[in-house]
């Protein structure tokens, strides 16, 4: 019983120390570190607040490796049990998938890096980029938002791509990991050779 009053204290004391910042405010002050208190097995550790500064480098790691075709590499920035959706709507109509867990998204990465290397005379840039950030406030959950806007030229076809990925991260026994991914995607195709 002593124990447990002892750990209430602690964590009355602990939850008074943090200051609560709202999402709107988390952008503004990158450098405020909050940490949280969870009890395991009757023993108190301290876990330290996700950062903007380690969301915006995980980010970079991830395209790094995204880039290099590299399967693996991706799959370790991932949580065991995530879940990613895409939508990706076209003059074609909608297409929509849900992947669940490491291994499904294993098979899904291979097969899109295999596609991208038998892929010929694509040339794709990138137009434009934002990224935003937030996170949550007892800063234990964070959510980055991508806006990016592609060209994409195939042979005769000129393909321009928006897309919004919202991609959530949790600190899972220290690490940062993605525990979701939703890509949504609009496809607008034009004919060259009008």
């Known amino acids: 019983m002593k124990l447990i009053q002892a750990v209430a204290s602690i964590l009355a004391v602990s939850v008074l120390s943090v ?3 709202p999402l709107a405010w988390a952008n503004l002050q990158p450098q405020k570190v909050h940490t949280i208190a969870q009890v395991n097995s009757g023993v108190l550790e301290t ?6 500064g380690e969301i915006q480098a995980i980010n970079r790691e991830v395209e790094a490796v995204i880039d290099q ?7 370790e920035f991932m949580a065991p049990f995530i879940i990613s959706e895409t939508i990706t709507a076209s003059v074609n109509g909608f297409e929509s998938a849900h ?10 990465l291979t097969n899109v ?4 290397d038998t892929e010929e005379n694509l040339n794709v840039q990138e137009i434009s980029q934002k990224e935003t950030i937030r996170i949550t406030p007892d800063g234990q ?12 030229t195939t042979g005769d076809e000129l393909r321009l791509i928006t897309t919004t990925d919202t991609i959530r991260f949790a600190r899972l ?3 940062i990991k993605v525990i979701s991914y939703t890509t949504d995607s ?9």
């Open 19 to 21: 200051k609560v910042v």
């Open 47 to 52: 876990v330290p607040a996700i950062t903007i």
């Open 69 to 75: 075709g590299d399967v693996k590499g991706v799959l």
């Open 99 to 108: 992947i669940e867990g490491i291994e499904q998204h294993r098979e899904m």
């Open 113 to 116: 890096f295999n596609e991208a």
């Open 141 to 152: 959950l964070a959510t980055a938002l991508i806006s990016t806007v592609n060209e994409v």
């Open 173 to 175: 026994q220290g690490q």
């Open 186 to 194: 609009q496809i607008t195709s034009h004919d060259l050779q009008e």
